[in-house]
């Protein structure tokens, strides 16, 4: 089984890549407003492709209600191919690690990614027939994070090392860091679902100034009207967004908020990592994670201030990938060494 474990590890390593590109991709498309330039699925305007010049009068005829934008929807479609090869690849990696398993053993976490995988495409679909719903939007990134995080996870289960250091810190009486790099996670992924929630509801620039939002300190608010989760979307879709500038505005400072108790809960962690003994790495891990939100919290106060371009909005959705698998790092590095938390080819002659 040595090959089938080579094999495994390579699918493994350029499938957790290509998701990184997949998710980045899909925050290209959205914040370029592309998101509904193929008005049908899995094709656009009823072709396999983009229709070229030739093809765009009858295409355009079948869905008049959507003008045939070609470089937007390209954008769209690239994305689309890049998933589709994506999810190939995820289901290969399910078949390989079948193959390789124990005796006894179900591969769990790779079937999990098979069925994510059908779930993220459902969602991609839904996302243009339900005319960019919030709620569905944001589970399309939630679940495309996931993805990527689960990957990365599988990732670092192929690699020993991740976890050495481990021991030390459960030895030196700071087996609390562990419970606070998994709170860290969680804090992490909430605040990641929030920046997609205020994305989706366009409510980014709804406080186009800073530290303040619309010159005030508290703003009017509407938190009920914020986090309903199906608003009335009165023009058929909710591309623009549908909510008024109280509940937008209650969605960025919820956003902003988030960022500032993310910083402390990671300050507090990096704080009790470095005031440890021992285990360098994990130390090395956290401050990264440190400044990766350091990092993220200024492009979120530079995208504000500079009017969302495309380049840093991109950036800071990439920053969230960035973030969320360094927490996962960080949290995979202080649990204790597992003999079995990778399957050697060694042990299946």
């Not at 407003?33 to 193929?38: F, I, N, V």
């Not at 050495?164 to 810190?169: I, L």
């Not at 591309?239 to 960022?259: C, K, M, Q, S």
Request: net charge positive; glycine share 10%; aromatic share 8%.
């Amino acid at each position: 089984m040595r090959g089938t474990g080579a094999a495994y590890r390579r699918i493994l390593t350029s499938a957790f890549l290509l998701s990184v590109v997949v998710s980045t991709l899909g925050a290209y498309v959205r914040l370029s407003d592309a998101g509904l330039s193929c008005p049908d699925w899995p094709g656009c305007y009823g072709q396999i492709g983009v229709p070229d010049a030739s093809e765009a009068p009858a295409a355009q005829a079948a869905f008049p209600e959507r003008p045939l934008d070609r470089v937007r929807a390209w954008k769209e479609m690239a994305h689309r191919y890049a998933a589709g090869l994506l999810g190939v690849l995820i289901l290969a990696l399910g078949v390989l690690a079948w193959r390789r398993r124990r005796p006894g053993r179900v591969p769990v976490a790779q079937l999990f990614l098979i069925a994510l995988v059908v779930f993220q495409a459902l969602l991609g679909m839904w996302t243009v027939t339900l005319g960019l719903a919030p709620l569905v939007v944001t589970s399309h990134l939630v679940a495309g994070l996931a993805t990527v995080a689960l990957l990365w996870w599988l990732r670092l289960r192929e690699s020993a090392f991740s976890r050495a250091e481990g021991p030390s810190f459960r030895d030196r009486g700071v087996s609390g860091l562990r419970a606070w790099a998994l709170g860290a996670l969680v804090v992490i992924a909430v605040q990641i679902t929030l920046g997609g929630w205020t994305s989706a509801n366009y409510a980014a620039l709804a406080c186009p100034d800073f530290p303040l939002c619309q010159g005030r300190l508290l703003p009017p608010l509407d938190i009920s009207a914020a986090f309903t989760l199906w608003p009335d979307a009165a023009g058929g879709d909710f591309e623009g967004g549908v909510h008024d500038n109280d509940a937008r505005v209650t969605i960025h400072v919820t956003h902003r908020l988030g960022a500032v108790l993310t910083l402390l809960y990671v300050g507090v962690l990096a704080l009790r990592a470095f005031s440890s003994a021992g285990a360098p790495r994990l130390k090395a891990a956290v401050g990264a994670l440190l400044a990766v939100v350091v990092a993220q919290a200024g492009l979120g106060v530079a995208n504000v201030l500079l009017g969302l371009p495309l380049l840093l909005a991109v950036g800071h959705n990439f920053g969230a990938i960035v973030a969320l698998l360094a927490a996962l790092t960080v949290y995979h590095m202080a649990l204790p060494p597992h003999p079995g938390i990778a399957v050697r080819d060694e042990a299946h002659p």
